[in-house]
């Protein structure tokens, strides 16, 4: 006759269910390594920045906010008709300035009657823009020095820009990333040209 009641030292032994386990270490991993690749992402390729005034415009608008690939310039120098991003002279407590690069080092830069010129033939834009007023230090020809960059607004009459002295031609040095895309508002989410 068996003992139905009492104490049972023969305990049946729980089974750990494997397959969870290995799911739950397959999640855990796989949320460790978007974090990790994120980290990865902000510290040396992007980074988000606030435009600031109206001189990108109608490109980027005051109050956007656009991404920044700090690694492509690491391996590429700017082109003509790139969106750089730099702080002014390397000041690292003024906020980051948003530019067309117009000429690059070894080019010449004039402004003659509305109309930029690099290398003695109309610069060819990617957006339209309006005729220059006042041409400042680009009223005689420059002639961009190695390491710098001449740069403009999209909205030619209201941007600081290499034609005033306190800007100047951006050195490579001063230059933090290429404007990549925009991030917000979301209806105007997109790569930018």
């Known amino acids: 006759m068996k003992r139905t009641s009492g104490l049972n030292f023969n305990r049946r032994k729980k089974k750990i269910n494997t397959r969870l386990l290995k799911e739950i270490a397959i999640w855990t991993g796989e949320i460790l390594l978007t974090i990790l690749i994120a980290i ?10 606030s435009v600031v005034g109206p001189s990108m415009s109608p490109t980027l608008e005051n109050g956007e906010k656009i991404l920044v ?7 590429f120098n700017p ?8 702080l002014p002279n390397g000041n690292e407590k003024s ?4 530019k067309r690069v117009i000429a690059v080092p070894g080019d010449t830069v004039q402004i003659k009657d509305g109309v930029i010129y690099v290398n003695g033939e109309p610069f060819e834009e990617k957006v339209a823009v309006s005729a220059i007023e006042n041409a400042l230090l680009a ?3 420059l002639v961009i020095g190695e ?7 999209d909205n030619r009459n209201n941007s600081e820009d290499s034609r005033y002295a ?3 031609n951006v050195q490579k040095e001063y230059i933090v990333g290429k404007a990549w ?3 917000s508002p979301w209806n105007k989410f997109g790569l930018l040209k």
């Open 147 to 153: 390491e710098e960059y001449f740069v403009m607004g």
């Open 40 to 49: 990865l992402f902000v510290l040396f390729i992007g980074f988000r920045v």
């Open 69 to 75: 690939n700090r690694f492509v310039y690491k391996l």
């Open 181 to 183: 895309c925009i991030i």
């Open 166 to 168: 306190s800007i100047g």
């Open 95 to 98: 906020h980051y300035y948003i």
């Open 139 to 141: 009223e005689e020809e």
């Open 79 to 86: 082109k003509p008709n790139d969106l750089i991003v730099f």
